[in-house]
């Protein structure tokens, strides 16, 4: 079992920045692709977005409505993957979901919620 707790959401204004972060706990070995995935307000029956993936030994992987001003890494020594948000726009509120693969086996975070105020 992989346990994943994010923190680092909360209220940002339009054009600023922001770094979620993800600690995985558990049975955490072969993990080998850690990400980020988001659901914006109001769309329950609608599937999470995909922000960003870090695979291992591959390279990253970005939404197209985030590349260039999202950056996904992975700190091994600390088990814990980060998403560095700059030039927040509206559409970028969602509750963000940390993500971790484990061989065939999904694990999700419970999310944190990301307010952007125009």
């Known amino acids: 079992q992989v346990q994943l707790v994010e923190s680092g959401g909360g209220l940002v204004q339009a054009g600023g920045s922001r770094r979620l972060s993800c600690v995985a706990s558990g049975s955490i070995f072969d993990i080998e692709i850690m990400g980020w995935y988001r659901q914006a307000p109001g769309t329950p029956g609608k599937q999470r977005e995909l922000v960003a993936l870090i695979v291992s030994g591959v390279g990253t992987n970005y939404a197209d409505s985030v590349k260039g001003r999202f950056t996904i890494s992975r700190d091994n020594a600390k088990n814990t993957v980060y998403l560095q948000m700059n030039s927040l726009q509206s559409e970028d509120t969602a509750i963000y979901y940390c993500?971790?693969?484990?061989?065939?086996?999904?694990?999700w975070g419970q999310g944190t919620q990301v307010t952007v105020s125009s």
């Open positions: 993500y971790a693969l484990q061989g065939i086996r999904p694990y």
